[in-house]
Nanobody, 123 residues
Framework: QVQLVESGGGLVQAGGSLRLSCAAS????????MGWFRQAPGKEREVVAA????????YYADSVKGRFTISRDNAKNTVYLQMNSLKPEDTADYYC????????????????WGQGTQVTVSS
């Protein structure tokens, strides 16, 4: 059974930092792209960052570029999202996901999803 478990969310003041982790189990995802998505209340789920299976290619939404960093450790089947200079508009539920391809930014290609971790940024 495939399972993705996110951790690291919480409440932080604007300008602060959080590091999200997502541990995958049930199969090896080292050959697949992984990504972080977020969904704020009343809004659609959006891609925040994505990383290729080798880690050699990354993508960031314009709203987080320069503040967030995605990385992965294939030996640990884990993907991370370092979030710095957090803003109130970053408040959302954050989800990690695994793509069916080696590299993708399209939400429709992500087949496996975690349950999400809540990030709240106070002003």
């Amino acid at each position: 059974q495939v399972q993705l478990v996110e951790s690291g969310g919480g409440l932080v003041q604007a300008g602060g930092s959080l590091r999200l982790s997502c541990a995958a189990s049930g199969r090896t995802f080292s050959r697949y792209g992984m990504g972080w998505f977020r969904q704020a209340p009343g809004k659609e789920r959006e891609v925040v960052a994505a990383i290729s299976w080798t880690g050699g290619s990354t993508y960031y939404a314009d709203s987080v570029k320069g503040r967030f960093t995605i990385s992965r450790d294939n030996a640990k089947n884990t993907v991370y999202l370092q979030m710095n200079s957090l803003k109130p508009e970053d408040t959302a539920d954050y989800y990690c996901a695994v793509s069916t391809t080696v590299w993708s930014t399209g939400i429709s290609t992500y087949a496996y999803w975690g349950q999400g971790t809540q990030v709240t940024v106070s002003s």
